[in-house]
């Protein structure tokens, strides 16, 4: 079953723009990550938010987390042509009691546009 | 190494012909995971190990493909008899924990004609 889905599925913006992904979980969580693939690429891991943190930043990357509503948000701010990829939100799924894999939606793809 | 590696980067078998794929964790990383993804959708949970010891293979389809990790070896991927639907790109990953943040490898694109 899908742990992580993200909104919207597709997402174009202009360069300078924020954009803001959303991503819902199933089952209690013990963190929650987001990962960028460039297309024909491998993913890339961006931001791991713990279940106990509210928001957590990296440069340009804005992430909270509200564990009552089981969601997640990504912002990237003052976006750049580069940062066109496709944005996967990613929970560790709970397997036979523990959290052995982690399960990823199906993602958003943000075209930044010069 | 400090990065996950993968070979080969591409890989075409006709239809019912065996396919290996290749994963060299990063070093100090106990964990492996292998996952499909088809036509840039989402990725699909094969299978995880602890060092060489299975971890979870709920995800595998147990009939034709199989895995191992086995030390000082890179890990492999098998597909005995591979199907059109198997045509993916397989991605292998490894964390130091299981609930650490997990590094890719540049994936395996495999096509079976």
């Known amino acids: 079953s899908q742990q992580g889905e993200e909104d919207p599925q597709a997402l174009s913006i202009q360069e300078g723009e924020n954009a803001t992904m959303n991503c819902s979980y199933k089952?209690?969580?013990?963190?929650l990550q987001w990962y960028r693939q460039n297309s024909g690429r491998g993913l890339v891991h961006l931001i791991l938010?713990?279940?106990?943190?509210r928001e957590k930043h990296s440069g340009r990357l804005r992430v909270t987390l509200d564990t009552s509503k089981k969601s997640s948000s990504l912002l990237i701010t003052a976006s750049r042509a580069a940062d066109t990829a496709s944005y996967f939100c990613a929970a560790p799924s709970n397997s036979g009691g523990s959290n052995y894999k982690l399960t990823f939606g199906k993602g958003t793809l943000l075209t930044v546009n010069p | 190494g400090e990065e996950v590696a993968q070979t080969p980067k591409h890989l075409v078998r006709g239809e019912g012909q065996k396919a290996k794929l290749y994963c060299a964790p990063i070093?100090?990383?106990?964990?492996v995971f292998w996952y499909q993804q088809v036509l840039k959708n989402e990725f699909k949970f094969l299978i995880s190990f602890q060092n060489e010891n299975v971890f979870d293979e709920t995800g595998m389809p147990k009939e034709r493909f199989s895995a191992k990790c086995l030390p000082n070896s890179p890990c492999s991927l098998e597909i005995q008899a591979t199907k059109l639907e198997d045509s993916a790109v397989y991605f292998c990953a490894s964390s130091r924990a299981f609930y650490n943040e997990q590094f890719f490898g540049p994936g395996t694109r495999l096509t079976v004609l």
């Open positions: 938010i713990r279940s106990n943190e």
């Open positions: 089952t209690s969580i013990n963190n």
């Open positions: 070093k100090g990383h106990s964990y």
